[in-house]
Nanobody
């Protein structure tokens, strides 16, 4: 059974850092992609970052470039999202999702339950 479980969210002050984890089970990270999305209250879900398992390429939304880094530990079946220089506008529920082909805007078949990130002083 395919499952994605996020962890690592919490409350952090502006300028702080957090590392989110997405533990994958029921499939390997040899192919396809794992993406991170977020959704803030009253806003649409937006794509944040993506790790392409096929070639190791990474992709970022303009709003997080230079601050967030996505990485993969294939042996542990985990994808990470390291977030630095956090801003209040980064506050959202963060989800990881699996695409069987590669990084894309849509077509993600499996989703985690989400983890809350709150950036506030």
């Amino acid at each position: 059974q395919v499952q994605l479980v996020e962890s690592g969210g919490g409350l952090v002050q502006p300028g702080g850092s957090l590392r989110l984890s997405c533990a994958a089970s029921g499939f390997t990270l040899d192919s396809g992609a794992i993406a991170w999305f977020r959704q803030a209250p009253g806003k649409e879900r937006e794509a944040v970052s993506c790790f392409n398992n096929n070639d190791g390429s990474t992709h970022y939304a303009d709003s997080v470039k230079g601050r967030f880094t996505v990485s993969r530990n294939k042996s542990q079946g985990t994808v990470y999202l390291q977030m630095h220089s956090l801003k209040s506008e980064d506050t959202a529920v963060y989800y990881c999702a699996r695409h069987t082909a590669g990084c894309a805007l849509r077509g993600y078949r499996n989703w985690g339950q989400g983890t809350q990130v709150t950036v506030s002083s």
